[in-house]
T-cell receptor
Framework: AQRVTQPEKLLSVFKGAPVELKCNYSYSGSPELFWYVQYSRQRLQLLLRHISRESIKGFTADLNKGETSFHLKKPFAQEEDSAMYYCALRENFGNEKLTFGTGTRLTIIP | EAGVAQSPRYKIIEKRQSVAFWCNPISGHATLYWYQQILGQGPKLLIQFQNNGVVDDSQLPKDRFSAERLKGVDSTLKIQPAKLEDSAVYLC?????????????FGEGSWLTVV
């Protein structure tokens, strides 16, 4: 069965410092990986997906199939990045169910 | 574009009582999902509909949870009887279809507290 692991429940980073939120997955097929973000008092929303290979709000994430990882990175943290971040995996066959990790709460220290 | 609408936003009930949550997906979205998010955990899929048919309900506790999407548009999730461990946020989400490449959009959630 597919599994998504986010080892850090909490992460605090100083403003301007680099950010890396870790995500590892286990899945026998070829998955689609996502990062979702939930800002305070807002709904869960898509931040980025690996197939788009784009940078959103300065964040990037590269799928490393060898290490089964999809870490989220940003070179210079901003205060507005404080939020809850969830890594998610979507199967590429069958019902294409989305499986979430437990999330990492990122706090940017001014 | 209007987002996924859910109601009620907050509900407190006693154990063994029943509760129902309503969801109206984004117009035209064929796929509708109900997720359960317990405090400190990520969202867990309870049930997935494609139009009015069930695609996946493998993680739905069918002895107490039920969901329907009769006309392929809005949906209702019911819990009867509720247990203390059902305290969670119930998230409804929708997407144009269940195929890869389609973004899933979430509602604000319905917060349930069972006392």
């Amino acid at each position: 069965a597919q599994r998504v692991t986010q080892p850090e429940k909490l992460l605090s980073v100083f403003k301007g410092a680099p950010v890396e939120l870790k995500c590892n997955y286990s899945y026998s097929g070829s998955p689609e990986l996502f990062w979702y973000v939930q800002y305070s008092r807002q709904r869960l929303q898509l931040l980025l997906r690996h197939i788009s290979r784009e940078s959103i709000k300065g964040f990037t994430a590269d799928l490393n199939k060898g290490e089964t990882s999809f870490h989220l990175k940003k070179p210079f943290a901003q205060e507005e990045d404080s939020a809850m971040y969830y890594c998610a995996l979507r199967e590429n066959f069958g019902n294409e169910k989305l499986t979430f990790g437990t999330g990492t709460r990122l706090t940017i220290i001014p | 574009e209007a987002g996924v609408a859910q109601s009620p936003r907050y509900k407190i009930i006693e154990k063994r009582q029943s509760v129902a949550f309503w969801c109206n997906p984004i117009s035209g979205h064929a796929t509708l999902y109900w997720y359960q998010q317990i405090l400190g955990q990520g969202p867990k899929l309870l049930i997935q509909f494609q139009n009015n048919g069930v695609v996946d309900d493998s993680q739905l506790p069918k002895d107490r949870f039920s969901a329907e999407r009769l006309k392929g548009v809005d949906s209702t999730l019911k819990i009867q009887p509720a247990k203390l461990e059902d305290s969670a946020v119930y998230l409804c989400a929708s997407s144009p279809s269940w195929r890869s490449g389609n973004t899933i959009y979430f509602g604000e959630g319905s917060w349930l507290t069972v006392v």
